[in-house]
């Protein structure tokens, strides 16, 4: 079965400092990555994704995430971070399930927090 | 994901009383799938579906809860005679139908609060 694994609950960068929210995954063949942000009281909004092509991914909002076949990792990043981006990320792996049926299957969620 | 429309946005019903929560997919789309989520937490998967169909169930608690997507209509996830662990965010998400062009991006509503008093 499918995984995905978020390693920090929280992440804390200063305002103007590089971020870097970290996803590892466990797939059977080629995996679709997702990464998802959600601001308080809101619904999760999709950040970007990695279905094939160049590792290097560009997003919303100046994220952008590596994919990194050998390290089973999707990590999320951004070089200059705002007060506004701090919020909920999840990353999300697509587990094709029979009949061509498919669900996301997600992370815990890292809770980013930006220091002014 | 301005296109999933949920609600009521927020729902406070009192313990024994039951809950209907809405959600209509984006135009074109013909799967939905709801989520809890308690504060400060991640996404529960509860239950899949197509119209008139049932796909995958297997977040759903036994007793009180289930979910339709009718043909005409939006889908419902019900949940009968409330406790105050059913108070959380419930988040409906939809999908076009499935297929190889399908790369799996859910669009999400902005959700429903419940609180059960």
């Known amino acids: 079965a499918q995984s995905v694994a978020q390693p920090e609950d929280q992440v804390n960068v200063a305002e103007g400092n590089p971020l870097t929210v970290k996803c590892t995954y466990s797939v059977s063949g080629n995996p679709y990555l997702f990464w998802y942000v959600q601001y308080p009281n809101r619904g999760l909004q999709f950040l970007l994704k990695?279905?094939?092509?160049d590792n290097l991914v560009k997003g919303s909002y100046g994220f952008e995430a590596e994919f990194n076949k050998s390290q089973t990792s999707f990590h999320l990043k951004k070089p200059s971070a705002l007060v506004s981006d701090s919020a909920l990320y999840f990353c999300?792996?697509?587990?094709?399930?029979?009949?061509?049926?498919?669900?996301?299957?997600w992370g815990a969620g890292t809770k980013l927090i930006i220091k002014p | 994901n301005a296109g999933v429309m949920q609600n009521p946005r927020h729902l406070v019903r009192r313990r024994g009383q039951e809950a209907r929560l809405r959600c209509s997919p984006m135009?074109?789309?013909?799967?939905v799938y709801w989520y809890r989520q308690l504060p400060e937490e991640g996404l529960k998967f509860m239950v899949y579906?197509?119209?008139?169909?049932?796909?995958?169930e297997s977040g759903m608690p036994k007793e009180r809860f289930s979910a339709e997507f009718p043909k005409e209509g939006p889908s419902i996830l019900r949940i009968q005679q409330v406790v105050r662990g059913d108070s959380a965010a419930y988040f409906c998400?939809?999908?076009?139908?499935?297929?190889?062009?399908?790369?799996?991006?859910?669009?999400f509503g902005e959700g429903s609060r419940l609180t059960v008093l």
């Open positions: 579906l197509q119209k008139e169909n049932i796909i995958d």
């Open positions: 990695y279905i094939t092509g």
């Open positions: 999300a792996v697509r587990e094709l399930r029979t009949d061509s049926n498919y669900q996301l299957i």
């Open positions: 998400a939809s999908s076009p139908r499935t297929g190889t062009t399908n790369t799996g991006e859910l669009f």
């Open positions: 135009k074109g789309h013909s799967h």
